[in-house]
């Protein structure tokens, strides 16, 4: 059984930076499309970022792209998403999703979800 471990996020000012964490385990790390997307109130859900692990290939928003980066820790069995020029856009509940395999854009498609975190953004 896959699990996801989140940590990170929190309260910023516009213009400032947060990161967010996401550890696996239960499974092999080598070959899991890991990343994150998030859901403000009253908007549908978005994927923001997410990397297939077996080759680093990363995917981003057009929202977040040039602001945000994802990137693996292949010793940690982690991924970090690195959030800087932050909105006030940006705020929602940000949820570490997985699936093995290679990514894709449907949130239905990846069975293992983290706890949650909040990123709220003030202007």
């Known amino acids: 059984q896959v699990q996801l471990v989140e940590s990170g996020g929190g309260s910023v000012q516009a213009g400032g930076s947060l990161r967010l964490s996401c550890a696996a385990s239960?499974?092999?790390?080598?070959?899991?499309?890991m990343g994150w997307f998030r859901q403000a109130p009253g908007k549908e859900l978005e994927r923001v970022a997410t990397?297939?692990?077996?080759?680093?290939?990363?995917y981003y928003a057009d929202s977040v792209k040039g602001r945000f980066t994802i990137r693996q820790d292949n010793a940690e069995n982690t991924v970090y998403l690195e959030m800087n020029s932050l909105k006030p856009e940006d705020t929602a509940m940000y949820y570490c999703?997985?699936?093995?395999?290679?990514?894709?854009?449907?949130?239905?498609?990846?069975?293992?979800r983290g706890q949650g975190t909040q990123v709220t953004v003030s202007s």
């Open positions: 239960g499974t092999t790390y080598s070959n899991l499309c």
């Open positions: 999703a997985a699936r093995r395999g290679s990514c894709v854009a449907d949130e239905a498609e990846f069975p293992h």
């Open positions: 990397i297939w692990t077996r080759v680093g290939m990363p």
